[in-house]
């Protein structure tokens, strides 16, 4: 499979030069345009083909939102992922209103950009947990219901546990420490979490834990 043809659009020179070398050396991704502005982005979909475009909100000559929408109307198939400061619930709801298909915040470690955009262009939307809740708000706001839900899935105590450490954006190294287990044991946990709540990260692990009524914050 070819790499996927990626944009990124990040004014701050330090932030984006290291979200270009993590693209870089992901082997499959091709990072056919690293822009600071705009203008740049929407100029380089005119240049080639975009399978996808991480970008931030907050442009000197506009807005992401603006990149967005304007990605959905040159190419269709293109997905948009959003990192950013910005966690309010009004910045979250119209990104994703624009098109956008996962939200990070750019506390995000490394790993997390990778594995985010492979869950994106793996069809699922990968989504800070800060971001999630703000989804699930919303969702219960619109839901006159939402006091009726029951989980759909039983959790053991020790996975419930791991869930909350999950949702705190622990390691698992600090999960192991604070629920005094072994390191090894904390990814069987989380694949069976992943398993039960039918999700591929924790990002997903917290907003569908958190719909089903398992958390509450």
């Known amino acids: 499979m070819a790499p996927y043809r990626i ?19 992901w082997a499959d991704g091709d990072l056919v345009a690293s822009c600071a502005t705009l203008a740049e982005t929407l100029a380089a ?3 080639s083909e975009v399978d996808l475009l991480i970008v931030d909100l907050n442009l000197p000559d506009g807005s992401g ?10 190419h269709e198939r293109a997905e948009s992922m959003v990192i950013s400061v910005l966690a309010d619930e009004r910045s979250v709801l119209e990104a994703i209103g624009a098109g956008a298909s996962g939200y990070l915040l750019k506390d995000a470690d490394s790993l997390d950009l990778i594995e985010a955009v492979e869950s994106l262009m793996a069809g699922h939307s990968p989504i800070s947990s800060r971001i ?6 919303q969702l219960c ?7 009726k839900w029951e989980p759909a899935v039983n959790m053991t105590s020790r996975e419930m546990d791991v869930l909350w450490g999950i ?9 192991a420490q604070q629920l005094h287990i072994s390191r090894q044991t904390v990814p069987v946990h989380i694949r069976n ?5 039918q999700v591929t990260n924790r990002s ?14």
């Open 141 to 147: 706001e619109q839901s006159p219901d939402t006091h």
């Open 204 to 217: 997903e692990a917290v907003f569908e834990a958190t719909r089903q009524g398992l958390m509450q914050f």
């Open 193 to 197: 979490i992943y398993r039960k709540l």
């Open 65 to 74: 939102l603006d990149a967005i929408r304007a990605l959905r109307k040159t």
């Open 7 to 25: 944009v990124l659009c990040e004014d701050d020179d330090i932030v984006r030069e290291r979200l270009a070398s993590l693209i870089n050396g």
């Open 132 to 137: 999630a809740r703000i989804l699930v708000r």
């Open 167 to 175: 949702s705190k954006g622990f390691t698992y190294a600090e999960i």
């Open 45 to 47: 979909y005119q240049r």
